[in-house]
């Protein structure tokens, strides 16, 4: 009989994050314009498809790699899939890169 000792085994799950208003340039608390892929212009769409794959870009330079949302078929684009499966420390350290990451998104603006 197989007996499993290791009770140091993480696990977990995903949570989505909206990270809309980063596409769209707009402050904390304003209201997000929807931005589903029916209602775009095919040109609105491939733009904020762009954004969304230049915020995985740039979170992938500062060490942190989650999924585009479009990549499984989201109703709007700016949806990212985050998983963690990490000890609590590492999952922190990921989330203040996220964090640093979209300040610079931020303060970079879409021009």
Do not use: C
């Not at 994050?17 to 769409?45: C, M, Q, T, W, Y």
């Amino acid at each position: 009989m197989l007996w499993l000792t290791d009770t140091l085994r993480n696990a977990g799950m995903f949570i989505w994050i909206d990270l809309r208003r980063f596409l769209v340039g707009l402050p904390a608390g304003a209201d997000v314009p929807n931005l589903s892929i029916h209602r775009l212009s095919p040109e609105e769409k491939q733009e904020y498809q762009r954004r969304e794959k230049e915020i995985g870009s740039r979170l992938r330079k500062n060490g942190v790699v989650i999924a585009l949302g479009s990549n499984f078929f989201t109703e709007e684009l700016g949806w990212f899939r985050l998983s963690f499966t990490a000890v609590k420390e590492a999952l922190e350290v990921g989330l203040e890169r996220i964090w640093k990451t979209l300040q610079e998104v931020e303060a970079s603006g879409w021009n």
